[in-house]
């Protein structure tokens, strides 16, 4: 990791920022970790400011709209929860968790936040940066005005519960329907088994079992990919659930 001074990365230029500018809040209390990734997120682009703890993540957040947030888990002074639960409440900046090793069993509860995407430490800081240009990437490519969510080639109307890929007919049962409008719904974002099963209770209440799930994505892998065996645009998180990548 290079080393640099801290007040050069430090340096925050919010004031100059150009609109258009990708803006990086950074909120880890790792100081030396911290600055070695604004660095890199520098180089590639990034406008990023640097929070220490979960109290300076919120005072940033309230004064400037990001693009962006990386947001450490363990913080001095709380979790990166709530940070992530006032993020989403406020707006539309992509959220990516890092979690340490020992934390990894809780991203689960991150995602169900609404993060995008988790990293665990240790991690390659071009792998980091990959992860943060497909989450943007993902963001900017979907487009979705309230009835009709649009990614990848499908169409999917809310309204009228079609779907359309490439311009022909898509025909779902109820069941695939709910699955795609879920994970196409939270494109971008690792959609946990558990809130595809609850997406997918009955009519009658009856619960969903873990098996059904699979059987209903692997079918709708059959109707929605070109090629179901190579599965590229619902992808398998493992452990943990699936995503929509379009
Ligand atoms: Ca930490």
């Known amino acids: 990791m290079a080393q640099i001074s801290g007040s050069e990365v430090l340096h925050t230029e919010m004031a100059s920022l150009k609109p258009a500018e990708k803006t990086l809040l950074l ?10 990734l604004a660095f890199t997120l520098q180089q590639s682009g990034y406008s990023v400011t640097i929070a220490a703890s979960r109290a300076e993540a919120l005072a940033f957040q309230r004064r400037c709209v990001f693009t962006v947030c990386i947001l450490d888990i363990g913080l001095p002074d709380g979790d990166g929860f709530s940070v992530c639960r006032h993020i989403r409440a406020a707006g539309d900046t992509a959220v990516l968790f890092l979690s340490a090793r020992e934390e990894e069993v809780h991203v689960v509860r991150g995602l169900e936040l609404g993060a995008d995407d988790y990293l665990v430490k240790p991690f390659r800081v071009g792998e980091l940066l990959a992860r943060v240009a497909a989450v943007l990437r993902r963001r900017s490519g979907s487009h979705d005005n309230g009835e009709v969510i649009q990614s990848g080639g ?8 079609r779907v359309r890929q490439d311009g022909n007919e898509v025909f779902l049962t109820p069941t695939e329907y709910r699955l795609l409008a879920t994970l196409m719904k939270q494109q971008d974002a690792i959609v946990p088994r558990e809130r595809l099963l609850d997406a997918l209770w009955d009519s009658q209440g009856r619960v969903v079992e873990e098996n059904t799930l699979s059987v209903n994505i692997r079918r709708l892998r059959q109707k929605v990919e070109k090629d179901p065996e190579r599965s590229r645009r619902i992808e398998t998180i ?3 659930g699936y995503r929509w990548i379009g």
């Open 238 to 240: 493992r452990g943990v």
């Open 154 to 161: 499908i169409v999917l109307n809310l309204k009228t519960g």
């Open 27 to 36: 909120v880890e209390d790792d100081r030396a970790l911290a600055e070695g």
